[in-house]
């Protein structure tokens, strides 16, 4: 037999165990489970490549905020249900600050990341209109997002964006919106992982038509600043606020003309954008 790193039986035994029939199906979960048991057992370090570890530090700002609120006693209350005035606040002016759209504090609702705000989203959309029981997703999507609706018993269904670019995008939304099923459609902006942006005028598309057929528009901004159309890596963070003033104004500047969004459609940004 032929000498593998690992011995051959190790990994056998361990995808027996875990009853994986077609490892090649295995998901992202189960190949973690199957490393990590597999090193313990060989001692062998597993270079894991199965998921992204973004590694950024995070916001000095927002380390001391918590630590603050924690010494404040924090833990030991319930969280206002309206949300935290201040923090909803901010979200709007970051919204402003960096995509240049107008939202109200009370429309900024946080949540622990992209995933768990495409999660109430669907249930929020799945509820409008008994007769759109179905999710459009403009592919490549988030698989977890998929898994979410099929926790839920909800229907979706999925078209790749890749033979549909331009122009040609209008008449493939538009045949599975006339069938009058779908609630929302939902793509990523950039996407993972071919990392593309939908252009302006595929946005265009997609909110002419979220309009005439009363269809609610989900844009998933995991990753947010990774955005080939316009350069967004500039941070308020750090500076002063008469800089922070200056360079509010110099972004808005930069950005295009003021957009007008319509209230169909939801932006769930991630907390690591
Ligand atoms: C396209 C996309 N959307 C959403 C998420 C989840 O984001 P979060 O960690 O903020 O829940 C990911 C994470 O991998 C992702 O790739």
């Not at 927002?62 to 833990?75: D, F, H, M, R, T």
């Not at 997703?137 to 670019?165: A, C, H, N, S, W």
Request: charged share 25%; proline share 5%.
């Amino acid at each position: 037999m032929k000498n593998t790193p690992i011995e051959r039986h190790l990994i056998d035994e361990t995808i027996n165990e875990f009853q994986i029939v077609d490892f090649s199906k295995a998901t992202i979960r189960e190949v973690k489970a199957i490393a990590s048991k597999a090193e313990t057992a060989s001692g062998v370090e597993f270079i894991k490549m199965e998921m992204g570890v973004p590694g950024l530090p995070p916001s000095a700002v927002g380390v001391k905020a918590e630590i603050e609120a924690l010494q404040n006693g924090i833990a030991s209350l319930y969280p206002d249900i309206n949300g935290l005035p201040e923090l909803k606040k901010e979200a709007s002016n970051f919204i402003k600050a960096f995509i240049n759209v107008d939202l109200s504090p009370e429309g900024c609702v946080p949540v622990t990341g992209s995933m768990q705000g495409t999660f109430a989203s669907f249930l929020t959309c799945s509820q409008c209109d008994e007769k759109k029981d179905t999710i459009l997703f403009i592919d490549p999507g988030f698989p977890v997002q998929k898994q979410q609706l099929v926790v839920m018993g909800q229907k979706f269904e999925t078209f790749d964006v890749y033979d549909y670019r331009g122009d040609k995008l209008k008449e493939k939304l538009e045949s599975y919106l006339k069938k009058g099923n779908i609630s929302a459609i939902i793509y990523s902006n950039p996407n993972n992982p071919s990392w593309i942006c939908l252009k302006e005028e595929e946005l265009q598309i997609i909110g002419e038509l979220a309009t005439q057929y009363d269809v609610i528009v989900l844009e998933d901004l995991a990753y947010f600043a990774m955005d080939f159309r316009q350069d967004l890596r500039l941070t308020l963070t750090g500076f002063s606020l008469k800089w922070r003033a200056v360079l509010r104004a110099k972004i808005k500047r930069q950005l295009p003309e003021k957009k007008k969004i319509s209230r169909r459609f939801f932006r769930v940004c991630s907390a690591t954008s």
